[in-house]
């Protein structure tokens, strides 16, 4: 997410490879699941505390990012460790018209906000499924679950370019501001196609970057677990979506995090034959 003390911050692009890059951001988004999770009993299970006492340190909210992105009902149903560790730029559920019985994938689930709100959507005849590669954070999001009471939910851990479902398997794919810090979208997208069901749709938040910056000019602004390096133009993120057989692709802007970089929501839908 956006912090100007990233030491990833600078790095011109093309000056990590993809290995590194991702265990950059499986280090960073651990941390933040064990710092959620060393609150596990001390003032995050005391409500009496009120809502600041359980918070991740990283000033995300101000930024764009974080659970304050939630209605104010939505976040009443939610564990208040799940809400610490939301780390998103949007709502993607805002757009997602998830309906009873839908089996959902969250791309990124990190603690499991998204994954727990759609279940409540889709309802005990639905599946949600949260994929994530960082254990520290599946293991968070299972703890979150099991809280929340939520027993149609199921999360994988793998990677999004390599998604461990089925063909044609899922009704919606939603994300919240992870598609960014992939090295390969080109391969998130085409799996994404892959998994949905003919006829499905995809519902993400993400952060997009005006068409004119360049690849450097997006390092500047900030690293990839910033997640402003990784980021798509607009141009980029409507050519790779199309190139992976996606149709009535829309990217709408939402808010400006920082010069030239936007939160927006993506939609796109695979094609019913």
């Given at each position: 997410?956006?912090?100007?003390?990233?030491?990833d911050?600078?790095?011109?692009?093309?000056?990590?490879?993809?290995?590194?890059?991702?265990?950059?951001?499986r280090?960073?988004y651990?941390?933040v699941?064990?710092a959620?999770?060393?609150?596990?009993?001390?003032?995050?299970?005391?409500?009496?505390?009120?809502?600041d006492?359980?918070?991740?340190p990283?000033?995300l909210?101000?930024?764009?990012?974080?659970?304050?992105?939630?209605?104010?009902?939505?976040?009443?149903h939610?564990?208040?460790?799940?809400?610490?560790?939301?780390?998103?730029?949007?709502?993607?559920?805002?757009?997602?018209?998830?309906?009873d019985?839908?089996?959902?994938?969250?791309?990124?689930s990190?603690?499991?906000?998204?994954?727990l709100?759609?279940?409540?959507?889709v309802?005990?005849?639905?599946k949600?499924?949260?994929?994530?590669?960082?254990?520290?954070?599946?293991?968070?999001?299972r703890?979150?679950?099991?809280?929340?009471?939520?027993a149609?939910?199921?999360?994988?851990?793998g990677?999004?370019?390599e998604?461990?479902?089925?063909d044609?398997?899922?009704d919606?794919?939603?994300?919240n501001?992870?598609?960014?810090?992939?090295?390969?979208?080109?391969?998130?997208?085409?799996?994404?196609?892959?998994?949905?069901?003919?006829?499905?749709?995809?519902?993400?938040?993400?952060?997009v970057?005006?068409?004119?910056?360049?690849p450097d000019?997006?390092?500047?602004?900030?690293g990839?677990?910033?997640?402003?390096?990784?980021?798509?133009?607009?141009?980029?993120?409507?050519?790779?979506?199309?190139?992976?057989?996606?149709?009535?692709?829309?990217?709408?802007?939402?808010?400006?995090?920082?010069?030239?970089?936007?939160?927006?929501?993506?939609?796109?839908a695979?094609?019913?034959?």
């Amino acid at each position: 997410m956006i912090d100007p003390d990233d030491t990833d911050m600078a790095a011109p692009s093309g000056s990590k490879d993809d290995s590194q890059v991702r265990d950059q951001v499986r280090a960073h988004y651990a941390a933040v699941a064990r710092a959620v999770t060393a609150q596990t009993g001390g003032c995050c299970s005391d409500s009496s505390q009120g809502d600041d006492c359980c918070t991740v340190p990283t000033g995300l909210d101000e930024q764009g990012f974080g659970a304050a992105r939630y209605t104010e009902h939505d976040r009443s149903h939610l564990p208040r460790e799940a809400l610490a560790a939301s780390l998103g730029c949007g709502n993607p559920l805002m757009v997602a018209e998830l309906a009873d019985g839908d089996t959902v994938l969250d791309l990124g689930s990190g603690g499991g906000i998204d994954v727990l709100l759609s279940a409540r959507r889709v309802g005990p005849g639905g599946k949600v499924y949260g994929l994530d590669m960082t254990e520290e954070m599946l293991e968070l999001a299972r703890r979150n679950a099991r809280e929340a009471g939520a027993a149609n939910v199921e999360f994988l851990k793998g990677h999004m370019e390599e998604i461990p479902l089925p063909d044609d398997h899922v009704d919606v794919v939603i994300s919240n501001c992870v598609v960014n810090l992939s090295t390969d979208k080109p391969a998130v997208f085409a799996e994404t196609h892959r998994v949905l069901r003919p006829g499905g749709r995809l519902g993400i938040s993400d952060v997009v970057a005006e068409n004119h910056l360049t690849p450097d000019d997006r390092a500047a602004r900030g690293g990839h677990t910033a997640c402003i390096a990784g980021a798509l133009t607009f141009a980029e993120y409507r050519d790779h979506l199309i190139a992976a057989g996606f149709t009535d692709v829309t990217i709408t802007p939402t808010r400006q995090l920082i010069d030239g970089t936007h939160s927006a929501i993506v939609q796109a839908a695979k094609p019913e034959n």
